[in-house]
């Protein structure tokens, strides 16, 4: 129990603390493939530090909706992040690390700031959330699908649960758990705002989804949603490393905590290579990338109800 | 002589091109392309007032708007009579044109905008993301060029020229230039004809390539722009080492240039067109085949033949569109080069990234045969004090700048100077109708419109 606890802590400090680094590697890869120098990785801890210690700026007709919502986004994504077994199972939450919960816990929290985002009542703000709620909504049922599909495979929706099964022999090579991983990683992208569905690097207003939203934050509150965004990177990462590369996962603390932090660091060089290699897409054509995901984990599902053995 | 109103119905009906309308004194006057010559009418005003050419034909509305507030004449019949340039007291106050229809919203837009360029706003209505109309409010950099220019002897005024609008210093330099030889007589010594072509192909070469690296990164595919910014750099280094300034500001004065080339700036100018020569083709075959970039570009922000062509669009505009125009064509030394003027029909951001591409490999072939029968001699004849008055017509990279010069004594009377932008921005309304407002930077960036050439 003692030791669960400890693990749990030590899990919710070490996504807080990895989180801005994850994005500043992503930046790095991206810089050096682009033949720029580019900040340090430790640039987005500078940059949080900077956010902190400045004046918030509020808009005028700014509600208390707009000061809260970046705390709760901040609490809300957290939460999700603490409960992903990422370098252990043995979590004092583990129950809880549900994918239900924490598409939920997720989908609470844009709820929040496509609130937040057309609170201040600027045009920027209003379409932003109409595009980042146009796009959750093909998101969160392809979500929901692949949780599906996971859970006829693993026999639960429990993360830890569904690292168990894909650790034993039983799981094998699936067709419907490559399918699912496909989808995953397409509603990852779009979740978290990466080309080819938003630019978290553009300065054009009227192209941004994610960014249009928070355009009016500043200080502390921009620092929050900041931070956010970047656990939520990292929690999508850890999910899929955890459901389909879960190596390393039940051989205690130590070599879980290096084979996560290898996935992570994985993962950032694949994202910067594949933003490097892609153009952006028409907003009209996210829902068909999106709905190809959600097409994607139905198939698994069906596939998985037509053959047990598939 | 045409007469002024025979001009306006000439252009109405497309047999004649705008090129520019402006008032010196108490006169309008109107430049007009007939036949790939440009001809001046003038209309006495001696009671203030003269017909409206606007009212015949639109392209001229926002000439006549900057015209009405910038002198004392009125046009007569101008259907808007709303301020365009100058913004007068109450700068916030401008009634934009009303658009009726159930669920649109508007999105105002600058004039700050969050990247460094150019101040302008956008007020664009929308059903939704689609936009319903774009129209475009301008004037912030308006800095009274013409009114600078006024009084000055021409080697003064030439440093205001080409200061018109930064990115096409030669080209501004160039025109003015031409325009003070034209009413002086002043006979340019060949080395400096040959010089200026040669600086303004360097100019066209940068500006094209910084254009097609930031046309993509628009679509978020920043690898181009890197790539285009490194060799757009070296065109720049190589300008600073050839003419001892990166955009060769001041180097064209009237009479001639100021900058000799050395046999060092010859060799590697001649190195740089074949480093850009070598390595740009290999980043259009990577836009060739970059599926997702193209699925943005295709299609995207249709610029119309007809709408080039009743507005005279110069440069990479109006060429994507089918519009088979280009001022080199009449400009000394052009006329001994060899080269050719691309022209599509689709009228999409890929044609005029397309097109800007062919003028990079057109600019490398002039660059080289340039340096390869570059006369020697001197570089700069004398320019007596004279009296007169003349225009050039002078392809920048963004199509053909116009210069009217009225000189007496030797001073600059009336100044008057005309960006090609001024036939490009309304356009750019035109074009973006219909199209979703997220793909507005991409269109904005294909026709990369300058702010201060057109603000004065």
Known sequence: MIRATLIQALQMALVLLLAPGLVGLVRAVKARLMRRRGPPVIQPYRALRRLLAKEAVIADNASWLFRTAPYLILALTWAAASVVPTFSTDLAFARLGDLIVITALLGAARFLLALAGLDIGTSFGGIGASREVFFASFAEPAMLMIVVTLAILAGSTELTSIAAFMLSPAAGLRVSAALALVSLVIVALAENGRIPVDNPATHLELTMVHEAMVLEYSARHLAMIELAAALQLLLMISVIACIFFPFGLGSGVLLGLAAWLAKLGAAGVLLGIFEVSIAKMRVFRVPELIGGALMLGLLGTLLLYVSRGL | ?456
């Open chain 2, 1 to 456: 002589m045409m007469a002024w109103r025979e001009a306006g119905e000439a252009l109405a009906a497309g047999r004649a091109g705008l090129v520019s309308l402006w008032a010196d004194g108490p006169r309008a006057r109107l430049a007009l392309l007939l036949d790939d010559t440009v001809q001046i009418v003038d209309h006495p005003a001696p009671d203030g007032t003269f017909p409206s050419i606007g009212r015949l034909h639109p392209p001229a509305i926002r000439l006549e708007r900057a015209l009405a507030e910038s002198s004392p004449l009125v046009p007569l019949g101008l259907p808007d009579t709303r301020r365009w340039l100058d913004h007068g007291e109450n700068p916030t106050v401008y009634p934009f044109l009303p658009v009726k229809g159930r669920h649109l919203h508007q999105i105002p837009v600058g004039p700050v905008h969050a990247g460094i360029i150019e101040p302008g706003h956008f007020r664009f209505t929308c059903d939704g993301e689609t936009v319903v109309r774009l129209e475009e409010r301008l004037g912030y950099v308006h800095r009274g060029v013409e009114a600078l220019m006024a009084g000055k002897v021409p080697a003064e005024a030439a440093r205001i020229a080409a200061r018109i609008s930064g990115d096409a210093t030669v080209a501004y330099a160039f025109a003015f230039a031409r325009a003070v030889e034209s009413v002086l007589g002043v006979a340019v010594p060949p080395r400096a004809i040959w010089l200026r072509a040669l600086m303004a192909e360097l100019e066209r070469l940068a500006n094209h390539l910084g254009d097609v690296g930031a046309i993509c990164n628009d679509a978020a595919f920043g690898l181009l722009l890197a790539h285009c910014s490194v060799l757009r750099e070296e065109v720049l280094r190589a300008c600073a080492f050839a003419f001892r300034h990166r955009l060769m500001m001041g180097c064209v004065v009237p009479g001639g240039v100021a900058v000799d080339l050395s046999r060092e700036g010859e060799a590697r100018l001649r190195a740089l067109a074949a480093r850009v020569g070598a390595a740009f083709p290999p980043l259009l075959s990577l836009y060739d085949r970059t599926a997702s970039l193209q699925d943005r570009t295709v299609g995207t922000g249709i610029l119309r033949p007809e709408l080039a062509a009743l507005w005279a669009a110069g440069g990479f505009v109006g060429r994507a569109s089918g519009r088979d125009f280009d001022a080199r064509r009449f400009t000394p030394p052009y006329e001994a080069l060899s080269f050719s003027v691309p022209v599509l029909e689709a009228g999409d951001v890929d044609a005029r990234l397309r097109i800007r591409a062919a003028e990079i490999s057109e600019s490398l072939g002039l660059i080289t045969q340039i340096l390869d029968r570059l006369p020697v001699g001197p570089l700069l004849a004398r320019v007596p004090a004279g009296a007169g008055e003349g225009f050039s017509l002078v392809e920048s990279f963004r199509g053909d700048v116009f210069f009217h010069l009225r000189i007496t004594e030797g001073l600059i009377v009336r100044a008057h100077a005309r960006d090609p932008s001024w036939f490009q921005w309304p356009l750019l309304e035109a074009a973006i109708e219909g199209n979703i407002v997220a793909d507005f930077p991409l269109c904005n960036k294909s026709f990369n419109c300058s702010y201060a050439g057109h603000d004065l």
